[in-house]
Antibody
Framework: VQLVESGGGLVKPGESLRLSCAAS????????MSWVRQTPGKGLEWVGR??????????DFAAPVKGRFTISRDDSKNMLSLQMNSLKTEDTGVYYC??????????WGQGTLVTVSS | DVVMTQSPLSLPVTLGQPASISCRPN???????????LNWFQQRPGQSPRRLIY???NRDSGVPDRFSGSGSGTDFTLKFSRVEADDVGVYYC?????????FGQGTKLEIK
């Protein structure tokens, strides 16, 4: 099982960035998927989650990113995405995708670095 | 949001000695479904978090049995029966009973 994030980089405040997470070795159809970030200011922070389609595929976000970030999934491609708009300097950090948080096995990607700076 | 308070924040330990980390949320983590959603993670420098314990006391596959988790309500503990050199890193508790999920500040374990 592997989760591989991509799409990180350097952007200016107010700009947008889209992160992707490619899952392999398991079928993420029935899995809740999440994004977690690690920032210099706040440490580890759960950014948001998306439920599986059987539970409506609904999303939830932490307050600091609500209204600016969206999560989507393409189960046919085993892909998870995080669209980040109106980025702020405090969004700088390493972004991880993860799944299986409350199950017997959980999985984390290696992380992708997002830097928001003018 | 649920605030997870860990102590100590720095934990110097002699090799082979026991150690423990406390995690105190400011709300009970007992969910209405009967579960308590409290995990423990280890993070080594440059690595992703690695889950050690899920739902209070369930050890992840491959995690040595010298790690154990216990607790309930608003008082949780991660115990090391004897610390080994490989245990150096930062340890985090994390709750998932209330949204958003939240982490503790982290406890840095080092060898004396």
């Amino acid at each position: 099982v592997q989760l591989v994030e991509s799409g990180g980089g350097l952007v200016k405040p107010g700009e947008s960035l889209r992160l992707s997470c490619a899952a392999s070795g398991f079928n993420c159809n029935n899995a809740w998927m999440s994004w977690v970030r690690q920032t210099p200011g706040k440490g580890l922070e759960w950014v948001g989650r998306i439920k599986d389609e059987s539970e409506g595929g609904t999303t939830d976000f932490a307050a600091p990113v609500k209204g600016r970030f969206t999560i989507s999934r393409d189960d046919s491609k085993n892909m998870l995405s995080l669209q980040m708009n109106s980025l702020k300097t405090e969004d700088t950090g390493v972004y991880y995708c993860t799944t299986g948080t409350w199950l017997q096995s959980d999985y984390w990607g290696q992380g992708t670095l997002v830097t928001v700076s003018s | 949001d649920v605030v997870m308070t860990q102590s100590p924040l720095s934990l110097p330990v002699t090799l082979g000695q026991p150690a423990s980390i406390s995690c105190r949320p400011n709300q009970s983590l007992e969910h209405s479904d009967g579960n308590t959603y409290l995990n423990w993670f280890q993070q080594r420098p440059g690595q992703s978090p690695r889950r050690l314990i899920y739902k209070v006391s369930n050890r992840d596959s491959g995690v040595p049995d010298r790690f154990s988790g216990s607790g309930s309500g608003t008082d949780f503990t991660l115990k090391f029966s004897r610390v080994e050199a490989d245990d150096v890193g930062v340890y985090y508790c994390m709750q998932g009973t209330h949204w958003p999920y939240t982490f503790g500040q982290g406890t840095k374990l080092e060898i004396k």
